[in-house]
Nanobody, 112 residues
Framework: QVQFVESGGGLVQPGGSLRLSCTVSGMPVSRYGMAWYRQVLGNERELVASINRDGNTNYVDSVKGRFIISRDNAKNTVFLQMNDLKPEDAGVYYC??????WGQGTQVTVSS
């Protein structure tokens, strides 16, 4: 059974940084694509960043140059480093794998 444990969300001021973590059990993150999605209340989940099994990454235009997705195979964890955060980055961030499994989400609030 695949399970995700997400952490790292919270309240941060504009310009600040957060690092989200998604620790996975039941599957090796190195063998599957992984992604982070964001959902704002009332809207559909939006793909923010992804990393495939080869380590290639992709980002939505609005976060390019500010967010970095990475993984630690030894810890079976995927990270999303978020820098220079803006109010529009706020939302619930979900971890997802290429098999279609989702994490429970972690809240990110960007406000002064």
């Amino acid at each position: 059974q695949v399970q995700f444990v997400e952490s790292g969300g919270g309240l941060v001021q504009p310009g600040g940084s957060l690092r989200l973590s998604c620790t996975v059990s039941g599957m090796p993150v190195s063998r599957y694509g992984m992604a982070w999605y964001r959902q704002v209340l009332g809207n559909e989940r939006e793909l923010v960043a992804s990393i495939n099994r080869d380590g290639n990454t992709n980002y939505v235009d609005s976060v390019k140059g500010r967010f970095i997705i990475s993984r630690d195979n030894a810890k079976n964890t995927v990270f999303l480093q978020m820098n220079d955060l803006k109010p529009e980055d706020a939302g619930v961030y979900y971890c997802k794998n290429s098999l279609g499994n989702w994490g429970q989400g972690t809240q990110v609030t960007v406000s002064s």
